[in-house]
């Protein structure tokens, strides 16, 4: 059956396209786009192609079309963790927050260095109406001491590789880690914490922790490691993605290593460019993440490293726990909060409406680049003849964030009036979410 979406502000990235324009789709690809803007009702009317009597039809007025979004970090805890989330509600949420593409981090239970945990994260995936991908782990069993066996991962079906979660701490390793990546032509995501210079996790060591009289982890736990591994992938040319971003001076590592010709890559998360280390005296552990929300100086700087290209990404590294879990004291909660379904709105809200960057841009660092990265040819893009994967949102009238189609719902945003609500996420042609 053809759907056609008609009548909203398609926004593409790659083509640099933000006009009124019909999405013509048949067979999960998009079929034609008939602009609007710059053609007379005539010329129109002639382009487009015969509607049929069966044709769905979806009026998108007063909508912006995007492609759908992709998220290069979730942890969707499947297998073995499956009370937090399992890859059903982590697809869920995702619909719901218009991503059509994710790629579940490796730290499940047991952890996924085997191609068959691979091949049981993907099979799962697969039933759930949107793409989910998978990494594997660099390392065995996230011990950080040997090597998986990244081919054959590969073949199972990894898209990258990442410790996550667990900082890399053998260079030797890290070194070896990036020539067999560059060699696969596959990229690995790296968590930057070095634990030797963290009292107590999750928690910015500042003003906040002083206040609170907790250790806390300093800047310089996440910077000493991105500095190294900056350097490494210099010297190897490996795609080397430093994940979840939070730190003014590793913004700086990262913008040098790109000057001298590193293949680096940065991504940030909605909380880190929204809230700062002041977040933990009001929302206890729903501000509690690794790395910590740091000062508002960070934040500041890293909304200017968005705005310059510095930033590659946004990722929402979505985090689920329970809330048994989060309810402990501060130092013995998890880290970590979910953001699959305020992402959008929170950078729709805080970056876009706060005049900080325009939809290209933010399309870019949602949609495009997360692809590229990936080596992902369909995502991230409208163009005719590519997939029909697609995120329709309301910028213009402000909702509150209630309930979240995730398992879990540790969150500080709940209650937070935001703008950007997605009212439907299409996926290879097929409607996946419908906003109630």
Same mark, same amino acid.
């Given at each position: ?10 926004? &593409?990235? +790659? $083509?640099?396209?933000?006009?009124? !324009? ?5 067979? =999960? ?5 008939? /602009? ?112 998986? &066996?990244? +081919? $054959?991962?590969?073949?199972?079906? !990894? ?5 996550? =979660? ?5 260079? /030797? ?264």
């Amino acid at each position: 059956m053809v759907k056609i979406i008609k009548n909203g502000r398609v926004i &593409d990235p +790659e $083509s640099r396209f933000d006009g009124r !324009a019909d999405l013509w789709i048949e067979n =999960g690809k998009i079929q034609k786009i008939v /602009k609007k803007d710059t053609k007379s009702e005539s010329d129109e009317a002639s382009d487009a192609p015969f509607i049929p009597a069966d044709a769905e039809v979806l009026d998108a007025e007063g909508l912006i079309v995007a492609p759908g979004l992709v998220d290069v970090h979730v942890h969707f805890r499947d297998p073995g963790l499956t009370y937090k989330e399992d890859i059903e509600t982590g697809a869920a949420a995702a619909k719901a927050g218009g991503f059509t593409t994710v790629v579940c981090m490796a730290n499940t239970k047991p952890v996924a260095d085997t191609p068959e945990i691979v091949r049981y994260i993907l099979e799962k995936g697969a039933k759930t109406g949107i793409h989910v991908e998978t990494c594997a782990a660099v390392s065995k069993g996230f011990q950080g001491k040997e090597l998986t &066996d990244m +081919e $054959s991962l590969k073949e199972a079906g !990894a898209i990258g590789f990442t410790d996550d =979660g667990i900082p890399l701490m053998s260079e /030797k390793l890290v070194k070896e880690a990036m020539e067999t990546a560059k060699r696969l032509n596959v990229p690995l995501s790296f968590h930057e914490e070095d634990p030797a210079f963290i009292f107590n996790n999750g928690i910015n060591r500042g003003p906040v922790s002083e206040q609170l009289g907790i250790g806390g982890s300093p800047a310089l736990a996440e910077d000493s490691m991105v500095a190294r591994d900056c350097m490494i992938a210099l010297h190897t040319g490996a795609d080397v993605d430093i994940q979840h971003i939070s730190s003014r001076n590793a913004v700086q590592m990262v913008g040098l290593a790109k000057k001298l010709g590193a293949h680096v890559w940065a991504e940030v998360t909605p909380h880190h460019f929204t809230l700062d280390e002041t977040a933990v005296l009001e929302y206890g552990t729903l501000a509690k993440m690794n790395p910590p929300l740091r000062s508002a100086a960070d934040r500041e700087a890293l909304i200017e490293a968005i705005k310059d290209g510095t930033i590659d990404m946004i990722a929402t590294d979505h985090a689920p726990h329970s809330a048994e879990e989060k309810e402990k004291p501060l130092t013995e909660a998890p880290s970590g909060i979910i953001g699959l379904e305020t992402s959008l709105p929170l950078a729709v809200t805080r970056l876009v409406k706060a005049g900080h960057i325009d939809y290209l841009t933010l399309f870019e660092k949602m949609c495009l680049n997360p692809a590229k990265l990936y080596r992902m040819k369909e995502a991230g893009r409208i163009r005719e003849g590519g997939a029909a994967d697609l995120v329709l949102f309301d910028d213009q009238t402000p909702y509150t964030v209630e309930k979240f189609h995730s398992k879990a719902s540790n969150s500080p945003f709940v209650g937070v009036k935001l703008y950007g609500k997605v009212h439907y996420t299409i996926c290879s042609g097929e409607t996946v979410y419908r906003a109630e």
